[in-house]
């Protein structure tokens, strides 16, 4: 698996864990600083989930728009941090969507439940389909 993969499930991991104790450094010093991880993954990592955390209630916003029928506090929480991620990289990067898309794919099918793909891929989609055409 290469490191940028590594490095996004990492920051997924890391936004999940600060959506639930609401302090995002806390997390990145405990969960990815120590970790034994090459420096340029873990690195990546940080980078990714603090700019996501930073842009939090922007990407909220997205979500909702795209989430139709969903409140977004009934979206579950490790699918609510990949949305967030991907839609940072999205936005904010200079990652092709489609190499974006496909690893919030993948990381979904480790760590989310099994509609959580089609789920994942619908928003993304439709917003790739509106926003980027």
Do not use: C, H
């Amino acid at each position: 698996m290469g490191k940028r993969s590594t490095s996004r499930k990492l920051a997924m991991k890391t936004l999940y864990q600060a959506s639930v104790s609401g302090d995002i450094e806390i997390v990145v010093d405990r969960f990815l600083r120590g970790s034994e991880y090459l420096l340029e993954t873990k690195n990546w990592a940080i980078e990714l989930a603090q700019k996501t955390w930073s842009k939090k209630a922007e990407l909220n916003e997205i979500i909702k728009r795209y989430a139709i029928g969903w409140d977004i506090d009934r979206i579950n929480p490790i699918d609510k941090s990949i949305l967030q991620l991907a839609f940072y990289e999205i936005k904010y990067t200079e990652t092709p969507p489609q190499v974006i898309i496909n690893e919030a794919l993948e990381i979904s099918k480790k760590y989310s439940t099994e509609d959580s793909p089609k789920f994942i891929n619908g928003i993304l989609g439709n917003y790739i389909n509106k926003e980027k055409s």
